[in-house]
C-alpha cells in the first residue's frame, strides 16, 4: 500500500522559507540539495517530508508552471513495489514522464507521473528525506 510521505513546494529562496516552516510548526531541516534543477532544503515533522525547492529552468520545474512557479508542484507516494503501483497508476489515467536519477538503485531514485488533472506526484521505493514509513 502507498503511503503519502512527501510535499514539494517550490519557493523563491528555500532558506527564508526553511526558517518560517521550522519556527511555525516546528520541523526540522533534515537535508539539503543543490543539484542541475533545482536547489532546495528538506523539512521533517518525523513521518512526512516537506521539500522546499527553488528550481532552476522551467523544463526542470514543468513547462507549465515554469521556473518562476511559487505553490505546491508535487506530491510523492512511498511504495513498496515501483513497477506494480506504475500499472496501477496507469491502468488509472495517470502518466509517467520522468525517473531521476538514472540509476534506480540510488537512495534518491523516483519515478514522476501525471495524473489524469496533469497535476505531478513521484513515487519511491526508498522515500524521501525525513520521511518514515
Given at each position: 500500500?502507498?503511503?503519502?510521505?512527501?510535499?514539494?513546494?517550490?519557493?523563491?529562496?528555500?532558506?527564508?522559507?526553511?526558517?518560517?516552516?521550522?519556527?511555525?510548526?516546528?520541523?526540522?531541516?533534515?537535508?539539503?540539495?543543490?543539484?542541475?534543477?533545482?536547489?532546495?532544503?528538506?523539512?521533517?515533522?518525523?513521518?512526512?517530508?516537506?521539500?522546499?525547492?527553488?528550481?532552476?529552468?522551467?523544463?526542470?520545474a514543468g513547462l507549465e508552471k515554469g521556473k518562476d512557479f511559487v505553490g505546491?508542484h508535487h506530491l510523492g507516494f512511498w511504495c513498496e513495489d515501483l513497477e506494480?503501483?506504475?500499472?496501477?497508476?496507469e491502468a488509472n489515467g495517470g502518466e509517467f514522464f520522468m525517473e531521476l536519477?538514472?540509476?534506480?538503485?540510488?537512495?534518491?531514485?523516483?519515478?514522476?507521473?501525471?495524473?489524469?488533472?496533469?497535476?505531478?506526484?513521484?513515487?519511491?521505493?526508498?522515500?524521501?528525506?525525513?520521511?518514515?514509513?
Open positions: 500500500m502507498a503511503k503519502l510521505r512527501h510535499v514539494a513546494i517550490a519557493v523563491p529562496d528555500p532558506e527564508k522559507s526553511a526558517e518560517f516552516y521550522c519556527k511555525a510548526f516546528d520541523l526540522s531541516i533534515v537535508g539539503r540539495t543543490e543539484s542541475p534543477l533545482a536547489s532546495g532544503v528538506y523539512l521533517s515533522d518525523g513521518t512526512m517530508g516537506l521539500a522546499l525547492l527553488n528550481y532552476k529552468n522551467d523544463e526542470s505546491i506494480e503501483q506504475r500499472k496501477e497508476i536519477p538514472a540509476e534506480k538503485d540510488t537512495l534518491d531514485y523516483e519515478m514522476k507521473f501525471r495524473d489524469p488533472d496533469n497535476i505531478i506526484f513521484d513515487i519511491s521505493h526508498n522515500g524521501w528525506a525525513g520521511a518514515k514509513l
